[in-house]
């Protein structure tokens, strides 16, 4: 049972290098969600996508793009990678609409020196 | 006043304990409810929904109280593998695809 698969799940940039982030899920999800998390903070919501087509801003979007590329892909690319984040990153995916949890990837882990 | 509010703790209790989180919300307009755990460095993992009528799966017990905007959740019969942070997430008022997480509860089972 896959559910939610990130990759990679560690990653060393340098400032100003560029990176893909991808998501899948198989669970026929039609809402999809990337996060960050930092030491001593809740998670914080980057993009997120309600369903095939349609992406939205959370709240911590800048420097940060994102396509859904289908119903089961939502990558987060950073375009020029700045120190301020490296974090550790979720991806998550629900059905959408109430009453519906989030599920989430085991997270990538990324370092920008 | 914060979107959802947790005592951090640590909790400290024995195998076997019975322990209760309290957790309250700010928006009586927020609709679904949520318990997750996390252990440290890893991804959160839903531990159960939390319905008006109050729901039990095994060990765990969650309550809801809208007027109040309260949740709690109860572990009976503590065990070492119930060491994690506990989060209580409410939905976002204005839109239910998004959930509102806070930094929850840390948990420690000791022998």
């Known amino acids: 049972n896959a559910g939610v698969t990130q990759t990679p799940k560690f990653q060393v940039l340098k400032t100003g290098q560029s990176m893909t982030l991808q998501c899948a899920q198989d669970m026929n999800h039609n809402s999809m969600y990337w996060y960050r998390q930092d030491p001593g903070m809740g998670l914080r919501l980057i993009y997120y996508s309600a369903s095939e087509g349609t992406t939205d801003k959370g709240e911590v979007p800048n420097g940060y793009n994102v396509s859904r590329l289908n119903k089961r892909e939502f990558s987060l690319r950073l375009e020029s990678a700045a120190p301020s984040q490296t974090s550790v990153y979720f991806c998550a995916s629900s059905e959408g609409g109430s009453y519906q949890p989030q599920h989430f990837g085991d997270g990538t882990r990324l370092s920008i020196l | 006043r914060k979107e959802v509010e947790q005592d951090p703790g640590p909790f400290n209790v024995p195998e076997g304990a019975t322990v209760a989180f309290n957790c309250t919300y700010s928006?009586?307009?927020?609709?679904?409810f949520f318990w997750y755990r996390q252990d440290c460095r890893k991804e959160p993992k839903l531990l159960m929904s939390v319905y008006s009528s109050g729901n039990e799966d095994g060990r765990f017990t969650a309550q809801l109280n809208r007027a109040s905007q309260y949740i709690s959740l109860l572990i009976r019969d503590s065990k070492l593998s119930d060491s994690a942070t506990y989060l209580c997430v409410p939905s976002n008022a204005g839109n239910n695809r998004k959930l509102i997480w806070g930094l929850g509860t840390s948990l420690a089972v000791n022998p």
């Open positions: 928006n009586s307009a927020s609709q679904s």
